[in-house]
């Protein structure tokens, strides 16, 4: 007859635990719908021993956010090699599959959840959005972007987000369509912010430039050019003149 012997857990390692479990919790389910004797069950521990390393279940949530908003903005990290909608179809993929993995745990962290008007939810949220906007920036190889494009990596950031939310909700686009979609909206909303800006204009004329014809970009133009005999013909004179 053996004993098991359990080990005891430091408090860092404890702490690490219990964020851990309530993550995959928050994943599958809504924080809302979770309570701390679910969590303490899933640790082996009981609830009061859950309150002494966390005051209450808004904290252990904040907690649990913060590793998913660290892990998230990590999906944006890409090496600054080969074109750069080739790397962006690699974010995308990367950023669907945390999305996949962790559906109404991405859902409560963009949306707030039960922490909602917690300052705290708000800065990682926020902290997410600016770690990938400054990962897009460096890919684009702008230290000091123009007013304009600056727009529209921080739209497109918003746009990724809010599409994900919306294709969580019966996933009723194929997801390697959606990833690509996204990657030509970026470029479609940066030819169009370069049609008013010439800083924005040579940014994105120095990205295509380094595209090749089969990449993502690539395959835009080619879609658009379906739509081009029915596209009305620009005046000269009301071209800027960076772009005649």
């Not at 390393?53 to 949530?61: E, N, Q």
């Not at 962006?88 to 559906?103: C, K, N, Q, T």
Request: proline fraction near 6%.
């Amino acid at each position: 007859m053996t004993t098991r012997v359990r080990r005891r857990m430091g408090v860092e390692e404890r702490r690490a635990q219990l964020i851990g479990v309530a993550l995959e919790l928050f994943s599958h389910r809504s924080p809302d719908d979770v309570s701390i004797d679910e969590i303490a069950a899933a640790a082996g521990i009981s609830r009061p021993l859950v309150y002494h390393y966390f005051p209450g279940k808004r904290s252990l949530y904040e907690a649990a956010l913060k590793r998913a908003a660290d892990e998230l903005s990590g999906r944006f990290l890409e090496a600054h090699e080969g074109p750069l909608g080739a790397r962006l179809i690699r974010v995308m993929h990367r950023f669907f599959d945390f999305v996949e993995e962790h559906g109404p745990g991405f859902a409560a962290l963009m949306r707030g959840g039960q922490a909602g008007g917690s300052s705290t939810a708000d800065a990682l949220v926020d902290g997410v959005r600016q770690a990938a906007y400054e990962q897009i920036m460096a890919h684009l190889g702008v230290v000091s972007p123009p007013a304009r494009l600056e727009f529209v990596v921080r739209s497109w950031v918003s746009l990724a987000e809010s599409t994900a939310l919306l294709w969580l909700d019966g996933k009723r686009v194929p997801r390697a369509e959606l990833e690509l979609q996204l990657v030509h909206d970026f470029a479609a909303l940066g030819a169009v912010s370069a049609a008013y800006d010439q800083e924005t204009a040579g940014v994105m004329l120095r990205v295509f430039s380094q595209e090749p014809a089969d990449g993502p970009f690539g395959e835009l133009i080619a879609r658009l050019s379906v739509l081009a005999p029915a596209a009305p013909a620009v005046p000269q004179r009301r071209l800027p003149q960076f772009l005649r």
